[in-house]
């Protein structure tokens, strides 16, 4: 074992010719430790012995089975509660959006949309791909937790609930996008969530719709 420089040559400013800190490898006979202990008044040239007799534990423990498997619990409870919180923003984010959209007069809660301009395929914000991958998590949760609720969430709720959360993680730059279709003499609409050039939420039922216009933020 190597011993540090600063084990023999070090001082703590005091002159007192003591390492306050000793980080080193110690041997005394057959027995090595590996010591690191702020320690003052132990002489640079610390045999193990000198610091078995101070009291200090010289002995370094492998894990516990039972402390590696608490700690694991412990990780994995944190991860549970994570989630949990995740899916009541989520589940939040959808409650606001559909009141918005169907209790809400039209006239004040579009004050909370955004101003809406004519739909375009340059994006006004290019995102970063770390706050592309992020916006795909959340959003997919989003997705999974709206169709666990005991009621349908459109579109509009889904993309207007999507950019909320994304909007409270500091992701900006997502877009609403409407779009028509024509089909069978029947004009349908459709809303889905962008960012940047990135499709989000409704991008698989968004095949074969003009876009015609976005919400942006």
Not at 8 to 28: R, S, Y
Not at 43 to 64: I, N
Not at 108 to 116: D, N
Not at 148 to 173: D, E, K, Q
Request: charge should be positive.
């Amino acid at each position: 074992n190597v011993l540090l420089k600063r084990l023999h040559a070090g001082d703590d400013g005091a002159g007192d010719g003591f390492n306050p800190c000793v980080t080193a490898n110690l041997q005394d006979g057959e027995d090595s430790w590996c010591v690191r202990h702020s320690v003052r008044g132990i002489p640079g040239s610390a045999r193990s012995s000198d610091y078995r007799e101070r009291g200090f534990p010289m002995t370094l423990k492998a894990p516990s089975i039972s402390s590696m498997v608490g700690s694991f619990l412990s990780d994995i409870s944190e991860m549970a509660m994570r989630e949990a919180l995740a899916r009541i923003e989520a589940t939040a984010a959808l409650i606001i959006a559909w009141v918005l959209v169907f209790i809400i007069p039209f006239r004040w809660s579009r004050r909370c949309f955004g101003p809406v301009t004519s739909a375009t395929d340059q994006p006004p914000h290019l995102p970063s791909p770390s706050h592309v991958a992020r916006a795909k998590i959340v959003t997919r949760r989003l997705h999974r937790v709206a169709h666990c609720l005991p009621w349908h969430s459109s579109c509009l709720v889904l993309a207007l609930s999507g950019r909320m959360v994304l909007a409270r993680r500091g992701i900006r730059g997502s877009v609403v996008r409407f779009g028509v279709k024509v089909e069978n003499g029947r004009v349908d609409a459709h809303a889905w969530l962008m960012l940047g050039t990135t499709s989000l939420l409704g991008e698989k039922e968004a095949e074969g719709y003009h876009p015609l216009a976005d919400l942006t933020t």
